[in-house]
Nanobody
Framework: QVHFVESGVVLVQPGVSLRLSCAAS????????MSWYRQAPGKERDLVAS????????NYADSVKGRFIISRDNEKNAVYLQMNSMKIEDTAVYYC?????????WGQGTQVTVSA
């Protein structure tokens, strides 16, 4: 079955960079688009970035455009989110996601806290 392993809990200061990773198994990773979402306390889960199966097309939320970079390694079955110039408002639980055979599958989430 579909399974993800994400990075652990992270605490960083504003302005620093951080890379999240998500290792996938249980499906043909290289054939599927992948996404990162985040959910801040008291808010809905929102799309942060997406990448198609070939990594040629990438989309970003306006709030992270120019700061975050999504990438993937189809040999390692992994998707990454490089987060630069981090802000306090980037504090959230970050999830990787795949839409596979009619269902959404989510990683367990990585708590990212940006605090001075």
């Amino acid at each position: 079955q579909v399974h993800f392993v994400e990075s652990g809990v992270v605490l960083v200061q504003p302005g620093v960079s951080l890379r999240l990773s998500c290792a996938a198994s249980g499906f043909l990773f290289r054939a599927y688009d992948m996404s990162w979402y985040r959910q801040a306390p008291g808010k809905e889960r929102d799309l942060v970035a997406s990448i198609d199966s070939t990594a040629r097309r990438k989309n970003y939320a306006d709030s992270v455009k120019g700061r975050f970079i999504i990438s993937r390694d189809n040999e390692k079955n992994a998707v990454y989110l490089q987060m630069n110039s981090m802000k306090i408002e980037d504090t959230a639980v970050y999830y990787c996601k795949v839409y596979h055979r009619g269902s959404n599958y989510w990683g367990q989430g990585t708590q990212v806290t940006v605090s001075a």
